[in-house]
Nanobody, 122 residues
Framework: QVQLVESGGGLVQAGGSLRLSCAASGRTFSSSVTGWFRQAPGKEREFVAAISWRGGSTYYADSVKGRFTISRDNAKNTEYLQMNSLKPEDTAVYYC???????????????WGQGTQVTVSS
């Protein structure tokens, strides 16, 4: 059974940093595109970032470009999202995803974690 488990969320002041982790089990995702989505209250889930299986290509939503960095460690079957210069509008539940693909301008994932709450206070 495939499982993705996020950790690292919490409460932080605006301008602060957090690092999210997503550990995968049940199969290896070393050849999969993986990434992150987020969902704020009352809003639809939105794409945040993705990384190719070798880590050579990264993709970011315009809203987080230059502030967030996605990375992965295939040996540990784990991916990370370093979030710097956080803003109140970054407040959301963050979900990691695996077996992602892009269709046009939209991203989709086949496997999902349970989510971790990130709250940024002003």
């Amino acid at each position: 059974q495939v499982q993705l488990v996020e950790s690292g969320g919490g409460l932080v002041q605006a301008g602060g940093s957090l690092r999210l982790s997503c550990a995968a089990s049940g199969r290896t995702f070393s050849s999969s595109v993986t990434g992150w989505f987020r969902q704020a209250p009352g809003k639809e889930r939105e794409f945040v970032a993705a990384i190719s299986w070798r880590g050579g290509s990264t993709y970011y939503a315009d809203s987080v470009k230059g502030r967030f960095t996605i990375s992965r460690d295939n040996a540990k079957n784990t991916e990370y999202l370093q979030m710097n210069s956080l803003k109140p509008e970054d407040t959301a539940v963050y979900y990691c995803a695996a077996d992602m693909r892009r269709l046009g301008s939209s991203w989709y994932g086949d496997y999902w974690g349970q989510g971790t709450q990130v709250t940024v206070s002003s």
